[in-house]
């Protein structure tokens, strides 16, 4: 590439834009575990400043996918020392050779944290949690019915955070953006809908209905049947389709 670029330049600014491209080697396999990075080979492949690159690096080390090691340089690590509920790392791995068997094991940390949020929120019987899922409910609805999935995807992101976050609990707000990562991960590359997308929303239905009469069992109950399902049409799912 050309001179030097501003770091802070473009959306996101280009030391973001680096950490994503060298983040997306690694977890798509193209720089496998062991693989040496070149300072040298990233400054001229992406157009930076070694300062730029070093801050890169630092980056990738706190995220753990690779380690400095003394006399040999930056070193690619096995996905096992990954930051694994990052939200990049899950982007990241959405597009490479593990994308199946990190969407099941995401669904399962789904399975074991939604359905207690859905109680938390049932018990706390908030107006503005309600007032929140309704909308978001109505935003895939419609979303639905005019045949936008991509709208819908993006409603249906806004409903999980607003379950999660309306169980106000410190911890679980934590995770919040790991599980709207999988959410993303999950709907990334789809164009359509599938057949069970009504029963679907039938299902957001009834949990948003028992969060709003304050019926803990039957919010923890809906909510888990919704995440059990989502991961019986996710990994039983052609190609394409969308839950």
Partial sequence: MG????????????????????????????????????????????????????????????????????????TVLPVAA?????????????????????????????????????????????????????EALAGMTTAFEDGKPHDFATADTAFHEALLRGAHNDVLSQLVQTVLATLRARYAGHRSFSDETAVSLDRHRELVDAVAAGDQAAAEAASRALVREARAEVLGAAEGDLT
């Fill in 3 to 74: 001179g030097k670029v501003n770091p802070l330049s473009g959306p996101g600014g280009l030391h973001a834009r680096v950490v994503d491209a060298i983040g997306s080697r690694i977890a798509t396999g193209e720089l496998a575990p062991g693989s040496v990075l070149s300072t040298e080979r990233i400054e001229q492949d992406h157009g930076v400043s070694r300062s730029v690159v070093r801050e890169v690096l630092r980056t990738l080390t706190g995220l753990g996918m690779v380690q400095p090691r003394h006399r040999v340089g930056t």
């Fill in 82 to 134: 990954w930051n694994l509920l990052d939200p990049r790392v899950i982007t990241w791995r959405a597009a490479g050779p593990d994308s199946r068997r990190q969407l099941g094991e995401l669904l399962t940390l789904r399975e074991a944290l939604e359905p207690m949020a859905a109680r938390s929120a049932a018990a706390g019987r908030d107006e503005e949690t309600t007032r929140t899922l309704r």
